[in-house]
């Protein structure tokens, strides 16, 4: 078991057999230790992948973006969930429905952070049905870039965003997969049970 399964099986609080809270370490309050840990994960998976980007979305895929980009030495772009004030630039935007939230978000980049010559690598904190990684994915293709793959912190294998991404050719990797929720407990990818 990694570092980040155990401070999910000792801290992540199961709010029903398909949410998983995490707000002691990723979502709230945030546990610089374990971003380091994720940052250097991720960049070691894709040391090879000749990344010139990250493209996360705010606010949770920030931490593991940053340090994965301070591992990698290459810059973060986090898409912005609403207009802000200084996004005043032409805009890449695609909408991400939110199954959790039932409610659709436009989100943005300006065009100038991102590139046809950039490798881009997605990063976010939950996968769950894909529609997060699938707007950032969509951007990087409107950006006439190259999608690396998506590194995802934790990956909700029980859900189906893992295959829509998969399917598509797309490089995923999650740094805890998750089989399932049921009865309050956590079991991962692998494991039977716990
Ligand atoms: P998707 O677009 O893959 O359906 O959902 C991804 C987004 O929904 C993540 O960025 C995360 O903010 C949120 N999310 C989905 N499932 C969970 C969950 O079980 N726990 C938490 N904390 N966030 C989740």
Known sequence: MNLLQQKI???GQVLSDSILKVDSFLNHQIDPQLMKYIGEE????????GITKILTIESSGIA????????LGVPVVFARKRKSLTLVDQLYS???YSFTKNETNEISIANSYITSDDVVLVIDDFLANGQAALG????VEQAGATAAGVGIVIEKGFQNGGNLIRERGIRVESLAI???????????????SR
């Open 136 to 139: 950032l994915i969509d951007i």
């Open 94 to 96: 695609s909408k991400v």
């Open 178 to 192: 998750i089989d399932s929720l049921s009865d309050g407990i956590v079991t991962f990818k692998g494991e039977n």
């Open 64 to 71: 593991p973006s940053v340090m994965a980009g301070l591992s």
């Open 9 to 11: 099986i000792t801290e």
């Open 42 to 49: 991720f960049a070691g998976l894709f040391a090879e992948a």
